[in-house]
């Protein structure tokens, strides 16, 4: 038991993940049972909530919940029934471990399988208005949203992501997959996953 971690805690983070995740889906990027959101509710021991396997990402309630520890493994919380965990609870814990990220959002958006198809060594963007949406310059910065191949295996995935990570760019492509997307808060996190699929999107449609 995570002794400081209340119910009230966890549902609060659950009902904040359902409303990104409708918003999500109704952009169309968690297809299915597709992608997952998290947000950190302890830091030390690092323990993030996260949205439940196999459910409807756009019908989700405040308690269709998990709590993962720094692996993704469930933790258990007093008053929290045990549900499992999205299978992507590993790779969450690494970012918010590695960039001190207090929310994570995972997405299966069209544009970043398709740009991480196109430009496999990472998407190069520069001098547009909208990479200030993701704490860059609008003009003279060269960023790399870096694209890593996709796993099964979240310990391994988990590795090629802190070999890819820049701290400057708070998002990953996963190839064939999706990407990844952080901010210090689930609401900031929400802002750099639209402007980052935005910029893919540009990208794809200039070059
Ligand atoms: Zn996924």
Redesign the pocket.
């Given at each position: 038991m995570t002794e400081s971690l209340t119910a009230g805690r966890v549902y609060e983070a659950g009902g904040r993940l359902a409303v990104e995740s409708a918003r999500f889906t109704g952009f169309g990027w968690m297809r299915g049972t597709?992608?997952?959101l998290s947000e950190v509710v302890s830091r030390d021991p690092l323990r993030l909530a996260v949205t439940a396997s196999g459910l409807d990402k756009g019908e989700l309630t405040a308690t269709d919940v998990a709590v993962v520890g720094p692996t993704g493994d469930p933790v258990a919380v007093e008053g929290v029934p045990p549900l499992v965990p999205s299978?992507?609870a590993g790779l969450h814990a690494r970012v918010a471990a590695l960039t001190g990220a207090g929310g994570v959002v995972?997405?299966?958006a069209l544009s970043a399988v398709v740009a991480g198809h196109r430009w496999p060594g990472g998407v190069r963007l520069r001098d547009v208005e909208t990479l200030k949406g993701i704490g860059r310059l609008a003009h003279d910065d060269e960023v790399v949203i870096p694209v890593i191949r996709n796993s099964q295996d979240m310990a391994e995935l988990g590795d090629w992501f802190e070999a890819a990570y820049d701290p400057r760019t708070p998002a990953v492509i996963?190839a064939s997959?999706?990407m990844y997307a952080w901010g210090a808060d689930l609401t900031r996190a929400r802002h750099v996953t639209e402007c980052v699929e935005w910029l893919l999107s540009y990208a794809l449609a200039i070059g």
């Open positions: 597709s992608g997952n299978a992507e995972h997405v299966h996963v997959h999706g």
